[in-house]
């Protein structure tokens, strides 16, 4: 288990940067654990291992996007961190249960 510092940091580090890499080593670093150790800890603490929050982070922020612009979704993708919007479609889908554009449909029509 982490102590609340280390999973507040360990957060806070993740979502400062949700469009950049991350690096996972770092974190760990920060909160002052080996990667092993960190990537399990989190893991208990939290429920999800350290990239499976993080991206669940990115799909949250695309989520508030879709739902609050009109930006296209390539524009989405790219602001929330995915490579292109082919890999953002597929995480989304796989987190949401349906394609992006689907989920934006439904938000807007209720």
């Known amino acids: 288990m982490l102590a609340p510092w280390q999973v507040s940091l360990a957060m806070r580090t993740m979502g400062r940067d949700l469009a950049g890499p991350i690096s996972i080593s770092e974190v760990a670093s920060l909160c002052r654990l080996s990667l092993c150790y960190f990537v399990r800890a ?3 603490t939290v429920g999800v291992a350290p990239y499976a ?3 669940q982070q990115r799909i949250m922020c695309a989520q508030r996007l ?3 612009t009109a930006l296209p979704l390539v524009q989405v993708a790219l602001e929330c ?3 292109d919007q082919a ?3 597929k ?3 796989k987190a949401a249960g349906m394609t992006p554009a689907r989920w934006r ?3 807007c029509a209720s």
């Open 42 to 44: 989190f893991t208990n």
């Open 53 to 55: 929050w993080f991206v």
């Open 66 to 68: 879709l739902a609050d």
């Open 81 to 83: 961190g995915f490579s």
């Open 87 to 89: 890999h953002f479609t």
């Open 91 to 93: 995480a989304f889908s």
């Open 105 to 107: 449909r439904q938000i």
